[in-house]
């Protein structure tokens, strides 16, 4: 039977919409910054202070045969060795434009979600930065099997690494810090590493940790934690920007290695947020933020005693 009746639209074309929009604003996540903790501004510069700022460096006197002294016999003289690095600063900045209309018509602050979200895109820059200065250090390590591993003195990696991080490796950076390079630990008697994800995964899945931790430590796995080993303490890193998990195609991830004196900061301006005067008779709108300033690895050598800092990872 026919239907006697038909059905017609009331708006015949175009796209249906409803307006209606949630109150909640929900943010892409971010990742951590985690390197900017570790430095720290040099005293005594800033405003009017010039473009950059001249680090001082006092290489150590070397150990004598003896110091002993007979009773006729002059007092031996050494020869102080001073050295300096500079840090020049830069200009670091971005913005976000808007109109007076979005805030008009709109139902959300825009000046407020514009200015969190450049708080974080400056958080994670300045963060980004400072891995970079880290990873400007002479020494690289790669793994040549999952037990051992080479120092490179150069500032490059000489080879891909073969195998992730794992406890034997830190063993070997460990002691290299500690016995050949005489790094200070940054805090108490530890060096601190600065780990990446997968870097991570490799120290917590390799047995050797698995057993150290059964007795030291059993929740450690539980918690996602390394822990204190070797005397080192570690933070993981999820800013691939400043750490990466995906070298040699995904097989190992990057780590820091520091103790002392690591890297410097070099502060004219600190990055902070400005709005724009208002431009076409207040329409045009736009927020910022703005710093001066730079980061520096304070030792860049690979010398005994004066190195500070060890990059893991991979020439590929």
């Excluded at 018509?105 to 514009?114: A, D, Q």
């Excluded at 990446?196 to 390799?206: H, Y």
């Excluded at 303490?233 to 998990?245: D, H, Q, T």
Aim: some cysteine; aromatic content about 10%; proline content about 3%.
């Amino acid at each position: 039977m026919g239907a006697s009746f038909s059905w017609t639209f009331d708006q015949p074309t175009g796209v249906y919409k409803n307006h209606a929009m949630s109150s909640a604003l929900r943010k892409q996540a971010l990742a951590e910054a985690k390197f900017m903790q570790f430095v720290k501004p040099e005293a005594g510069y800033g405003k009017k202070k010039g473009e950059s700022i001249t680090i001082t460096r006092i290489a150590k006197l070397s150990e004598p045969t003896s110091g002993r002294l007979s009773e006729q016999q002059k007092i031996g003289e050494d020869t102080l060795t001073i050295s300096t690095v500079a840090i020049t600063v830069t200009e670091w900045g971005r913005s976000v434009p808007y109109n007076s209309l979005t805030e008009d018509l709109g139902s959300i602050n825009v000046e407020s979600v514009v200015q969190q979200a450049l708080r974080d895109q400056m958080k994670l820059v300045m963060d980004s930065a400072a891995a970079a200065a880290f990873k400007t250090c002479q020494i690289k390590a790669n793994s040549t099997s999952a037990t051992a591993l080479t120092f490179a003195t150069a500032a490059v990696f000489n080879a891909a690494s073969s195998s992730n991080l794992k406890v034997a490796h830190l063993e070997l950076i460990r002691d290299y810090m500690f016995s050949t390079l005489h790094v200070p630990a940054y805090e108490a008697d530890d060096y601190m590493c600065l780990i990446s994800t997968k870097a991570k995964r490799g120290v917590i899945s390799d047995p050797d940790w698995e057993n150290w931790h059964q007795y030291t430590d059993p929740t450690a796995k539980y918690n996602g934690e390394i822990g204190r080993l070797e005397n080192i303490r570690f933070i993981e890193v999820n800013n691939a920007n400043a750490l990466s998990s995906s070298r040699n195609g995904g097989t190992v991830g990057e780590a820091i290695f520091f103790g002392a004196d690591g890297v410097a900061m070099a502060v004219v301006q600190d990055p902070e947020l400005r709005a724009a005067i208002p431009g076409d008779f207040g329409r045009a709108k736009a927020v910022a933020w703005y710093g001066i300033l730079e980061f520096g690895i304070i030792w860049d050598t690979a010398n005994d005693g004066e190195a500070r800092v060890i990059h893991f990872g991979s020439l590929t």
